[in-house]
């Protein structure tokens, strides 16, 4: 009889390697398609409205940003793990359904309180364009509970479909108005049918979410009051992190709006665009870690090896870290004005657009470090040491956009996030990296140098060239095929796969 040995860690590490990057590039590829629309559509809204319509559009979104996160309360990081360990995965997800559902109306029903309470927004199209924008989050967060199902499947392509649909149609209809001629308007019915267009899109996404999600683990609805409790009582400390992540992320453009009455529109128009092309770098690294998270809570739950394959994620997350920092402090102008217009750029009398991105270039980077240090206290369950750094790290963003925002506007909420970020990233990757240490050969420390470093070289060399959107669009692919050349010299896919 023929006596087969027990994998290696390096077998298992592989494996987990391949269906981390399978899971991974599919979320890329739905990224990276929905920015090339977002990107369409960032520039349709910057174009057909005015600069105060254009700051009312993104105050809204980036006032319901917070309540998106209470909404969430944890319960997406919680879902990944409980549901790929459940023996009855139906039910498990049908708890977390309803759960979402509920915690979605209380936080919905508190903007929009919030939003037509505030005295200052009286009289202006706020609460309305508010009202309007809700719509995208209540469907989006419900679809988002279903992604749980793909993600421990490790089907990802089905929310590749899902998410690009969304944004098909988005941008279609409102790349529609500006065909039509709609150009820097200062009506507010446009404002609302671009929101209204929004929820369209997000109502795509939940549509084919519940669809796609039903062939993985279907949805039986059943009132379990202990599993729900139970869940609670775990998702709620992850809840309390998410929310000091929304203060200390995403709450400035709020506090802009409410500390400069006399011209959020203003500030929010030039700030807003930013931080669309903030989310959109923040969640590559979420990408990545949410398609680690349920192998990696399984090896942990059953005491299995993990340091190999942290080790491997902590470099694709300073690579991704690398990439965005770069493009973001090296093409300010250019990425500013492929995005938006000229009218969004700085002048000699006021910072603008690419002002805000140079600063933020930094958070970008400090960012991957903060979410890997993030996901790793989640696995390892320690949720104290956590919520304590994240909750002084709100307290001193709210503390420096108190005292910065009234002086310097959208500048010094700018200036507030990288030193929160640089905050955040010191004080927990040595928690995390003492919950659950990696191992990282030292090749792989002078991959990332060597990458970052060749990339820099040639972002460096083509700024000159730079000199239209055209011309941007067009070396921003050649910089992703030089990306793709640099990392297979210095034989990167080597390393992942030791």
Same mark, same amino acid.
């Given at each position: 009889m023929t006596e087969f040995a027990p994998e290696t860690p390096a077998v298992h590490v592989r494996g987990s390697v391949k269906k981390i990057a399978a899971s991974t590039l599919w979320q890329i590829a739905s990224q990276l398609t929905m920015a090339a629309m977002s990107i369409v559509?960032?520039?349709?809204?910057?174009?057909?409205?005015?600069?105060?319509?254009?700051?009312?559009?993104?105050t809204s979104y980036g006032f319901l940003q917070l309540f998106g996160i209470l909404a969430d309360f944890g319960l997406y990081a919680i879902a990944v793990r409980e549901i790929s360990k459940a023996k009855d995965r139906s039910r498990t997800m049908s708890v977390f359904f309803l759960l979402r559902l509920v915690t979605v109306?209380?936080? !919905?029903? &508190?903007? %929009?309180? =919030?939003?037509? *309470?505030?005295?200052?927004?009286?009289?202006?199209p706020l609460p309305l364009a508010i009202s309007i924008a809700a719509l995208v989050p209540l469907f989006t967060l419900l679809g988002g509970i279903l992604r749980s199902a793909f993600q421990v499947n490790y089907r990802m392509q089905f929310v590749f479909v899902a998410e690009v649909a969304q944004?098909?149609?988005?941008?279609?209809?409102?790349?529609?108005?500006?065909?039509?001629?709609?150009?820097?308007?200062?009506?507010?019915?446009? !404002?609302? &049918?671009? %929101?209204? =267009?929004?929820? *369209?899109?997000?109502?795509?996404?939940?549509t084919l979410s519940v669809i796609l999600s039903h062939r993985l683990?279907?949805?039986?609805?059943?009132?379990?009051?202990?599993?729900?409790?139970?869940?609670?009582?775990?998702?709620?400390?992850?809840?309390?992190?998410?929310?000091?992540?929304?203060?200390?992320?995403?709450?400035?453009?709020?506090?802009?709006a409410q500390l400069r009455p006399q011209d959020f529109e203003?500030?929010?128009?030039?700030?807003?665009?930013?931080?669309?092309?903030?989310?959109?770098?923040?969640?590559?690294?979420?990408?990545?870690?949410?398609?680690?998270?349920p192998i990696l809570s399984e090896r942990a739950a059953r005491g299995g090896e993990t340091r190999h394959l942290l080790g491997r994620v902590f470099l694709a997350i300073l690579l991704l870290s690398s990439t965005m920092f770069l493009f973001a402090s090296q093409w300010p102008v250019p990425l500013v004005?492929?995005?938006?217009?000229?009218?969004?750029?700085?002048?000699?009398?006021?910072?603008?657009?690419?002002?805000?991105?140079?600063?933020?270039?930094?958070?970008?980077?400090l960012n991957g470090i903060v979410l890997f240090s993030f996901y790793v206290l989640l696995t390892a369950n320690r949720w104290k040491s956590l919520l304590l750094?994240?909750?002084a790290g709100a307290i001193l963003s709210l503390a420096s956009n108190l005292l910065l925002i009234p002086i310097l506007g959208f500048v010094g909420a700018a200036i507030t996030s990288v030193c929160v970020h640089a905050f955040l990233a010191i004080a927990l990757l040595p928690w995390a990296l003492s919950a659950m240490p990696i191992r990282l050969p030292r090749v792989a420390w002078l991959q990332w140098i060597a990458f970052s470093l060749l990339l820099a070289a040639f972002l460096i060399f083509?700024?000159?060239?730079?000199?239209?959107?055209?011309?941007?669009?067009?070396?921003?692919?050649?910089?992703?095929?030089?990306?793709?050349?640099?990392?297979?010299?210095?034989?990167?896919?080597?390393?992942?796969?030791?």
């Open positions: 559509t960032i520039k349709c809204v910057a174009i057909g409205l005015s600069k105060e319509l254009a700051g009312d559009y993104n109306i209380v936080a !919905l029903s &508190a903007a %929009l309180a =919030i939003a037509w *309470a505030t005295p200052h927004w009286r009289g202006t944004r098909v149609l988005t941008f279609s209809l409102i790349g529609l108005f500006i065909l039509l001629g709609v150009r820097g308007t200062s009506d507010p019915r446009i !404002l609302f &049918a671009f %929101l209204l =267009i929004g929820g *369209a899109g997000a109502l795509v996404y939940l683990i279907p949805l039986r609805m059943h009132w379990d009051p202990s599993l729900m409790r139970r869940i609670a009582r775990e998702a709620a400390p992850f809840g309390l992190a998410y929310l000091c992540i929304a203060l200390y992320r995403q709450f400035d453009i709020t506090l802009i203003l500030q929010n128009a030039y700030y807003g665009f930013v931080q669309r092309m903030m989310d959109m770098a923040y969640i590559l690294p979420t990408f990545l870690l949410n398609s680690t998270l004005r492929l995005l938006t217009t000229q009218a969004y750029l700085s002048t000699s009398a006021a910072p603008g657009s690419d002002t805000a991105l140079w600063i933020l270039s930094a958070s970008m980077f750094t994240l909750g083509a700024k000159p060239f730079l000199s239209t959107p055209y011309h941007t669009f067009l070396i921003g692919g050649l910089s992703g095929a030089w990306m793709l050349l640099v990392l297979w010299v210095i034989r990167v896919r080597k390393t992942f796969s030791m």
